[in-house]
C-alpha cells in the first residue's frame, strides 16, 4: 500500500505549468506588446484580441517581478466558465505562479439557499492563500531573502502593510511561525474569479478560522472535543457519509468527507492517537488503497454559528416570529439550509473581496464591457429574490430585516475598495474610442488611464474544416511566419503533425515553446489555450485547437481525470424503514414494524441463554377485528424477505392463508414461459458465427487517454465486458442500462472505434432526430483528428445529403451511421457492418425490431437503455443475455437544488431571470394542453426578455422535434412544455426546472422530471410549486416533502428507481407481466425468474428450501458496535445475500473485510454471526432444513443416512439418536465440566458434525455465481 505524501486539503490551489513560457519573450519582439509590458506598474486600459488576454496577463506578473512590486494578480471575468477557461492558459503561460479560482456561490446572497461545501471550501482556501502570502512575504522581507532568484522570477513587495486593518496580530503570528522554519519568498499567486464572486460581500473573518489539522501518528487527539469542532466549523453529522460537509462517528473511526477533498477520509484512531487516514469510496464505502500523512479541514460555510452569531440569532427569535424556526435552529448552533441568507443580519460587517488582496496586488478585469452588463443584472436579479424569498418570510410588504449589505456591490465600489495604491487593468477587445460607453463600464474603465492598443488580429474560424486550417498555416509558412499549433490532448498534436508532414510542411513537436521560434516552422503543443492570435509585425501565430480541429478544449484534463476504482458493490440505497411492505417467500406479504432484540434460551436442562436479532412483521389478522398477527423473522433468514414493489399499496395476506400460495402458484407459471424463450434465444445465439475482433491497439489507447472525464467504476467494468464480447467470434448482445449522463455514450464510443479500427462499418440506431444530433457531435468532437468518417442519417438531412450517405455506406468511404429508423430501410445495405448501437431500444415498435432482426444476423449488437434493469434481473439472466448497468454518477455531478413552495409570479420571474444570468436555460413544467400557451404568455409578460417555446404531445411529431431541436441550440430560454421531456431528453445547458402544481403528479414522476436538469456543470435548481390557494392533501404533502429530502443523485432514487426498474423489466421480459409482478412483489418476481433460467439449464432445482439453523450462541451486530438501525440491516442484508447456496466462496469474508474497514474490529457476536454465517451456508448448500438445538440435543435434518454413514455415527457419537422414517438425527451436544461449550467452539463442533456425516459441496467460483445484489 503506498503512502501519499501529500494531504487531503486545498483541492484548488495547483501549480501552474510552463509550456508556453516562450511565448512572453517572443511576443516581446512586438513593439506594442512591448508597451503594453511597460504598464505593470499603473493603471491602465488595453485593447487586444481575445487570444492575447492570457500571455499578456502572464507578462505583466513577470514585470512586476522584475521591478520588485508585488506579484499577487486578482482576475475578474464575466462567467464561471470564462475564469475556468482563463485559468487554464494561465498555467501554460505563468511560470512557476499558483492559480487558483475563487468561485462564486451557485445560489444568489438573498437566495434561502446554501452554497455546496465545495464551493466555499475552495473560496475559503483562496483567501487563505492571500492571507499567507502576505505573511510569508513579510518574513521573507525580515529575513532579507533576495526577491529574485537566478533561475527563478520570484515574488516581491513590501506586502506587510496589507496586514494592517486585517488581524495584524494574526499576519504577524503567521509571519513569526514562517520564519522560524526558514522563510522563502512565495512564488506569484494569480487569483481568478467571476463577476459575481467579486461583487459579493464576504464575512470579514473568514481566514481566522484555523481549519482542523489531523496527523497519522499525532497524540493527544480527543474524538469528543474534535466533534465539537467540527459542528463549529458547520460540518453535518450523520450515519454515513455520502457529500462534501458531513461526517459520521463510529467507536474509534471518524469519517468525514473535507469541503475540497476529492474523496471522503477515514481516520482511524486508538485511543487518543491516530493509527491511520485514508480515503474511502462513497459509492461502496469502502476504504482506497491510498494513505495520507495528514489532512486539513476548512469551514464549510461561510457563516459560521460563533457564540456572537447564535446570540444575535436568538434575539432576532422575538423581533420576527415568522423566522423564529430557522433562528431558533441557528441559536441552538444548527446549521440550517439558507442560513447565509440572513449573514447581514447576523454579522456585524461585511467586507468586499479586496479586503483580502494584498497591498500593491494588481486587479484585471476581462472584457469589461460583459463584465458590466452582467453586474447589472446581477443586482437587478438578487433584489428580485429579495423581495421573493422574504416578504413571504416576514408577512410584510418591505423584508423588515435589513439584508441591504448582502446586496452584490457595484463595480465603482469594487473599484474605489481596490484604492490607489493597486493597479486596474482593463482588457477589452473594443477600441477604447469605439465602445459603446455607459456610466457602468465608466466606473470600471475610468478616463484617465493610459490607453495602450496591442496590434493583433484574431485567427479566422474553420469550424472543424481541417483542410480550410491547414491551407491557413501554409499560406502563413511558406510568407515565413513562425506557427504554433496547440492543442489539449497529445493524440491531437501527433495528428497535428501527421497532417503537416503530408504536406511537407516543416512542423515540430515541442514540450515547450521556444522563446526565439524560427521563421517558416510549425511548433506543436501540447496545452490549454483559450483562442489563437496573429501579429503581422512579428509575424507569428498561435491557433487552438478550437481554430484548428473545430473542437473546443473546454476543460483542463489534468483538473478532471482522476483515479477511478473497479470496485461495484454499491450501498444499497433501498433500506427498510417502519412501516414498509415486505413480502416473506413463505408466508406473503406484510408490513416492517421493527428491528427487535430477544434473549432466546436452548430449553431443555442446563437452558443456554443468548440474544438474537429480529425483524417484526406484521399481517393481517386471522380473525376479524383482531390486531395483526405477528412475525419475528430472524436476521439470519432476511435473505427470505424482499421489500415489497409493485403497483399501489397491497392487502396484507393472511399467515398461513391459501392466497399468498395461489399467487405464487400463477407467478411462477408465467416465470417458466419467460425462461424457455430466453434459453431458446440464447441457444440460437450461441450457434451462430460472429466476428472476434483483436485486442486493443495504440490508436484505441489514445482516443481512450483523451477522455476528458474520469471513468465511474462501472463505465471501466462495463466497458472491459464490451471488449470482450467483441473479441469472441460469437456475436455480441449486450444490455447496456444506465440514466442519462451517467456515461452509455462513452462506452459506445469505444466500442465504435475498435470496430473502425479492423475496417468494419457501425450503425447507430436512435428513436429521435435530437438524439441523432447530439451523438453526431459527441462522436466527431471524440473521433476528431483520427480518419474516421461519420454521418447522420435522418429528416434533417437533404435527399442529396441522404444520398451521399447511403452510397458512402454502400462504397465503404463512411465508416460510420448515426440514424432514426430510416437506417432500417430496404434500400440500405452496408459494405462490411461489424457493430449495430442501438439507443433506447424499447422505443423502436414491432416492426422496426422486425427490420432489426434482419440487420442483426451475425453482427454485434450494443443496446442501451435509459431506464434502469434491476441488478437481479441482471443476475437472473446472467450468460443469457449479457447486461451491464451503469449506476455511479459520475464525480462531478452536484445534487439539485430543490425548492418546495407557494406558486408565486416574483419567485418564477426571479428563478427564470438567474438562470439567463449564467447563460443557461429553464423548463418549465405544465401539464395541461389546453391551457399550455397561456401559462406561456403570462411567463412572457412575466420575464419579457426571454424567449419562450412551447412543446407537448399534441403538436405534429416533426414540429415537436423542431421545437426540441431549437431548445438544445439554444435559440430559446424557456421551454414551456408538459412531461414529455420526462425521459431521453439531454440538454446540459437547461439546469433550472420549474414544475407548476406539482402536487398533482406522483413521485416517481417528480424523480424523472428533475433528472432532466443537473446535468452541466452548473449547480441545477428544481422549483416544485403547488397552488397556495387549494389545500394540498396529505400524500400530496408527503410526496413533495419527501421529493425536497432526497435530492441526492442515487439516493433521492429510492422509490424511482424502483418504478422505472419495473418498466425496465418490462421492457425486457414484455408488459404483460405487470399482474404477476403487483400479486407477489418485484423482487420475489425477479428471484423466480432466476431460479426457473437456472432449473432450464440444469443448474439447481427451482424453490429455496427455508433453513430453521437455532444454536444458543450470542451472535447478532451490537448497537454499541453499529448504531444505526438501517446500517446494521443493511450489514444482515449483505450478510444474508454471502451465505446463499448460491454465493461464491469467500463472499461471507468480504463482508466481513467490509465490516472492519468500515466500523473497527468486530466484538465477538459479530465474529461468532459470521462464523453462523458460514455453517448456514453448509447447511442449505448440503440441502438441510433444520439444525436446531433442542434442550442439550442438536436436531438435524433432513437425513438420510446409508448404512457405512450410520456405522460411522454410531463410532463417533454412541448416543446419538438416527430416526429413518422422520429422516432426521439427534445427537447430544458436548458439555464441559457439565458447562456448555463455549459460543465459537459448538459453531465449529456443529461444522464438523455435518462434515463427518455429509459429503462436501463442491465449491462455487466468483465467475460461476451472480454478482452480490446491490
Request: proline residues 6%.
Amino acid at each position: 500500500m503506498e503512502r501519499k505524501p501529500g494531504a487531503v486539503s486545498g483541492g484548488s490551489r495547483r501549480i501552474g505549468g510552463v509550456i508556453l513560457q516562450g511565448l512572453i519573450p517572443a511576443l516581446s519582439r512586438a513593439s506594442t506588446f512591448d508597451r503594453a509590458l511597460a504598464e505593470a506598474g499603473r493603471d491602465a486600459d488595453f485593447s487586444l484580441t481575445d487570444g492575447l488576454r492570457a500571455p499578456l496577463l502572464a507578462g505583466l506578473l513577470a514585470q512586476r517581478a522584475e521591478r520588485r512590486l508585488p506579484q499577487v494578480l486578482f482576475v475578474v471575468t464575466a462567467t464561471g466558465r470564462d475564469s475556468e477557461s482563463l485559468r487554464a492558459s494561465l498555467e501554460c503561460l505563468a511560470p512557476g505562479a499558483e492559480i487558483l479560482e475563487f468561485p462564486a456561490w451557485e445560489t444568489l446572497p438573498h437566495e434561502r439557499l446554501s452554497p455546496s461545501a465545495e464551493i466555499v471550501g475552495k473560496r475559503i482556501a483562496a483567501l487563505r492563500r492571500l492571507d499567507e502570502w502576505t505573511a510569508e512575504t513579510a518574513a521573507a522581507d525580515a529575513a532579507g531573502v533576495p526577491a529574485v532568484a537566478a533561475d527563478v522570477i520570484g515574488g516581491t513587495g513590501t506586502a506587510a502593510s496589507g496586514a494592517a486593518g486585517k488581524g495584524a496580530k494574526a499576519a504577524a503570528k503567521k509571519a513569526a511561525a514562517i520564519a522560524d522554519s526558514g522563510p522563502k519568498r512565495p512564488r506569484p499567486l494569480i487569483v481568478v474569479a467571476s463577476v459575481r464572486a467579486a461583487l459579493q460581500p464576504l464575512a470579514d473573518n473568514l481566514t481566522e478560522h484555523e481549519p482542523v489539522r489531523l496527523v497519522t501518528g499525532g497524540r493527544g487527539y480527543d474524538l469528543a472535543r474534535l466533534v465539537g469542532e467540527l459542528v463549529e466549523l458547520a460540518y453535518s453529522r450523520v450515519d454515513m457519509v455520502t457529500r462534501r460537509g458531513e461526517f459520521a462517528v463510529r467507536g474509534g473511526i471518524l469519517d468525514i468527507f473535507p469541503a475540497v477533498s476529492e474523496h471522503p477520509v477515514r481516520v482511524d484512531f486508538f485511543g487518543d492517537e491516530i493509527e491511520t487516514i485514508r480515503g474511502f469510496s462513497v459509492a461502496d464505502q469502502r476504504s482506497l488503497e491510498n494513505q495520507f500523512d495528514h489532512v486539513e479541514l476548512p469551514p464549510s460555510r461561510e457563516l459560521l454559528l460563533s457564540e456572537s452569531v447564535k446570540q444575535r440569532a436568538r434575539e432576532m427569535q422575538h423581533e420576527f416570529p415568522s423566522l423564529s424556526g430557522l433562528l431558533e435552529k441557528i441559536g441552538q448552533g444548527i446549521p440550517v439550509e439558507g442560513m447565509e441568507s440572513l449573514a447581514p443580519a447576523l454579522l456585524d460587517r461585511l467586507v468586499t473581496v479586496t479586503h483580502y488582496l494584498p497591498a500593491g496586488a494588481a486587479i484585471a478585469v476581462i472584457a469589461p464591457e460583459r463584465v458590466a452588463s452582467r453586474a447589472v443584472s446581477l443586482t437587478e436579479t438578487n433584489r428580485e429574490f429579495l423581495s421573493a424569498a422574504w416578504n413571504a418570510a416576514t408577512a410584510g410588504a418591505e423584508a423588515p430585516i435589513d439584508l441591504a449589505s448582502g446586496e452584490f456591490i457595484t463595480l465603482n465600489d469594487l473599484r474605489d475598495a481596490a484604492g490607489i495604491h493597486r493597479p486596474w487593468w482593463t482588457l477589452s477587445t473594443f477600441d477604447s474610442g469605439t465602445a459603446s460607453v455607459d456610466e457602468h463600464l465608466e466606473a470600471i474603465v475610468g478616463t484617465d488611464v493610459h490607453y495602450v492598443r496591442i496590434q493583433a488580429d484574431a485567427v479566422p474560424s474553420f469550424q472543424g474544416n481541417v483542410e480550410g486550417a491547414l491551407e491557413h498555416v501554409a499560406s502563413r509558412m511558406h510568407d515565413g511566419w513562425s506557427v504554433a499549433v496547440v492543442a489539449a490532448g497529445n493524440g491531437l498534436v501527433e495528428r497535428a503533425a501527421d497532417v503537416l508532414a503530408e504536406r511537407e510542411l516543416a512542423a515540430r513537436v515541442v514540450e515547450q515553446y521556444p522563446a526565439d521560434p524560427e521563421p517558416g516552422i510549425a511548433y506543436l503543443v501540447k496545452a490549454t489555450v483559450e483562442s489563437g492570435f496573429e501579429l503581422p509585425e512579428i509575424k507569428l501565430a498561435l491557433i487552438s485547437e478550437n481554430e484548428f480541429y473545430g473542437r473546443s478544449a473546454g476543460y483542463d484534463a489534468r483538473q478532471v481525470k482522476k483515479l477511478a476504482t473497479r470496485r461495484k458493490n454499491v450501498v444499497d440505497p433501498l433500506q427498510l424503514k417502519t412501516g414498509d411492505t415486505v413480502v416473506h417467500q413463505t408466508h406473503g406479504i406484510g408490513k416492517f414494524l421493527e428491528l427487535v432484540q430477544r434473549e432466546v434460551s436452548s430449553g431443555g436442562r442446563n437452558p443456554v441463554k443468548s440474544t438474537r436479532e429480529y425483524l417484526l412483521i406484521e399481517y393481517a389478522p386471522s380473525k376479524r377485528g383482531y390486531p395483526g398477527d405477528k412475525l419475528y423473522v430472524p436476521t439470519d433468514q432476511l435473505d427470505l424477505l424482499t421489500r415489497y414493489v409493485g403497483g399501489e399499496a397491497p392487502a396484507l395476506s393472511k399467515m398461513g392463508g391459501s392466497d399468498w400460495s395461489a399467487a405464487k402458484t400463477k407467478a411462477r407459471k408465467a416465470v417458466r414461459d419467460i425462461a424457455v424463450e430466453l434459453v431458446k434465444l440464447y441457444s440460437a445465439r450461441m450457434a451462430s458465427k460472429g466476428y472476434a475482433f483483436g485486442p486493443d491497439t495504440p490508436w484505441q489507447r489514445e482516443l481512450e487517454e483523451a477522455f476528458p472525464f474520469a471513468e465511474t467504476p462501472d463505465q471501466l467494468t462495463t466497458i472491459d465486458e464490451v471488449k470482450a464480447d467483441m473479441e469472441r467470434p460469437i456475436p455480441m448482445d449486450r444490455l447496456l442500462a444506465g440514466d442519462v449522463g451517467f456515461g452509455k455514450t462513452e462506452v459506445a464510443v469505444r466500442a465504435a472505434f475498435k470496430a473502425i479500427q479492423e475496417g468494419k462499418q457501425v450503425a447507430m440506431l436512435v428513436p429521435t432526430t435530437l438524439l441523432v444530433r447530439q451523438h453526431l457531435e459527441t462522436f466527431t468532437e471524440r473521433f476528431a483528428g483520427f480518419p474516421v468518417h461519420t454521418r447522420a442519417l435522418s429528416r434533417f438531412q437533404t435527399d442529396k445529403e441522404a444520398r451521399e450517405t447511403i452510397k458512402g455506406l454502400e462504397d465503404g468511404t463512411i465508416d460510420m451511421v448515426i440514424g432514426t429508423h430510416r437506417i432500417l430501410a430496404e434500400a440500405m445495405t452496408f459494405k462490411d457492418l461489424g457493430l449495430v448501437i442501438i439507443d433506447e431500444e424499447q422505443r423502436f415498435g414491432v416492426e422496426h425490431k422486425d427490420k432489426l432482426k434482419k440487420l442483426k444476423t451475425n453482427v454485434d449488437i450494443l443496446s442501451m437503455s435509459a431506464t434502469p434493469i434491476p441488478r437481479t434481473l441482471e443476475m437472473a439472466v446472467t450468460g443469457i443475455r449479457e447486461m451491464s448497468t451503469l449506476a455511479t454518477p459520475p464525480e462531478d455531478r452536484h445534487p439539485i437544488l430543490t425548492y418546495v413552495g407557494p406558486n408565486s409570479d416574483r419567485q418564477i420571474a426571479a428563478a427564470i431571470h438567474r438562470e439567463m444570468l449564467r447563460e443557461g436555460q429553464v423548463f418549465f413544467v405544465h401539464n395541461r394542453v389546453s391551457s399550455i400557451n397561456r401559462v406561456a404568455s403570462h411567463i412572457a409578460e412575466l420575464v419579457p426578455d426571454a424567449r419562450i417555446a412551447v412543446a407537448h404531445g399534441q403538436l405534429p411529431e416533426h414540429l415537436l422535434e423542431q421545437v426540441i431541436v431549437d431548445f438544445w441550440e439554444r435559440k430559446f430560454d424557456v421551454l414551456v412544455s408538459t412531461t414529455i421531456i420526462e425521459t431521453g431528453l439531454d440538454i446540459p445547458n437547461a439546469n433550472t426546472l420549474i414544475i407548476d402544481r406539482a402536487d398533482k403528479y406522483g413521485l416517481s414522476q417528480l424523480h424523472q422530471l428533475r433528472g432532466r436538469v443537473g446535468r452541466g456543470r452548473e449547480r441545477a435548481y428544481a422549483y416544485f410549486l403547488y397552488d397556495e390557494l387549494k389545500p394540498l392533501s396529505e400524500t400530496a404533502h408527503d410526496r413533495l416533502s419527501t421529493i425536497a429530502a432526497n435530492n441526492e443523485l442515487g439516493s433521492g432514487m429510492q422509490v424511482a428507481l424502483k418504478d422505472l426498474e419495473i418498466r425496465g423489466a418490462g421492457n425486457l421480459l414484455g408488459g404483460e407481466q405487470s399482474g404477476h409482478i403487483a400479486g407477489v412483489g418485484f423482487d420475489l418476481y425477479l428471484r423466480m425468474i432466476g431460479e426457473a433460467v437456472s432449473t432450464f439449464r440444469g443448474d439447481v432445482a427451482e424453490g429455496q428450501t427455508e433453513l430453521r439453523l437455532e444454536l444458543p450462541v450470542d451472535a447478532h451486530i451490537p448497537e454499541d458496535y453499529v448504531d444505526s438501525e438501517r446500517l446494521r440491516l443493511e450489514a444482515y442484508q449483505k450478510l444474508s445475500t454471502a451465505s446463499s447456496p448460491s454465493a461464491a466462496d469467500g463472499q461471507i469474508d468480504q463482508v466481513l473485510e467490509e465490516l472492519t474497514d468500515r466500523y473497527g474490529e468486530p466484538p465477538e457476536q459479530v465474529t461468532n454471526l459470521i462464523t453462523v454465517s458460514k455453517l448456514r451456508r453448509l447447511a442449505q448448500r448440503t440441502g438441510l432444513s433444520e439444525v436446531v438445538a433442542m434442550g442439550s440435543n442438536l436436531r438435524v435434518a433432513p437425513a438420510a443416512l446409508a448404512d457405512s454413514v450410520q456405522a460411522r455415527l454410531r463410532r463417533m457419537y454412541p448416543t446419538a439418536k438416527y430416526m429413518g422414517a422422520a429422516a432426521a438425527l439427534s445427537v447430544p451436544m458436548p458439555v464441559v465440566n457439565g458447562h456448555p461449550l463455549p459460543d465459537a467452539e459448538l459453531i465449529a463442533w456443529v461444522e464438523s458434525l455435518l462434515g463427518a456425516i455429509f459429503p462436501a459441496p463442491a465449491p462455487v467460483s466468483a465467475a460461476a455465481a451472480p454478482a452480490p445484489a446491490e
